[in-house]
């Protein structure tokens, strides 16, 4: 299955809300993992995909661990990711 833009873009808002509602932020990272929880099953696949998209973007910071890879949200595009998530709910 190939996600349409529009699920892209949904997946891409639900992770950003997320981190956002968790406060992951800067230095305050979770597991690359955790962008999954939540989605439908037939997305989560997806979901690593539109986050590794997201970090290229410059809106999540990844920080590698000896346990994995960690992510948060970039402070330097807070402005950016508070209107993305204020347009997706207008």
């Known amino acids: ?3 349409s833009d529009k699920q892209k873009n949904e997946i ?3 992770i950003i809300r997320k981190l956002v509602m968790h406060g ?3 230095a305050k990272h ?7 929880k939540g989605l439908p099953k037939e997305l989560r696949g997806y979901a ?3 986050a590794e998209e997201l970090i290229r973007a410059g809106f999540l910071l990844s920080h590698p661990t ?3 890879v960690q992510i948060s949200l ?3 595009k807070a402005e950016e ?7 997706k709910e207008d």
């Open 24 to 26: 992951i932020w800067g």
């Open 74 to 76: 970039n402070p330097d």
């Open 30 to 36: 979770t597991p690359f993992e955790f962008v999954q």
């Open 12 to 14: 891409k808002v639900a």
């Open 66 to 68: 000896s346990y994995g």
């Open 1 to 3: 299955m190939k996600l």
């Open 48 to 50: 690593k995909d539109v």
């Open 81 to 87: 990711i508070k209107s993305i998530i204020i347009t």
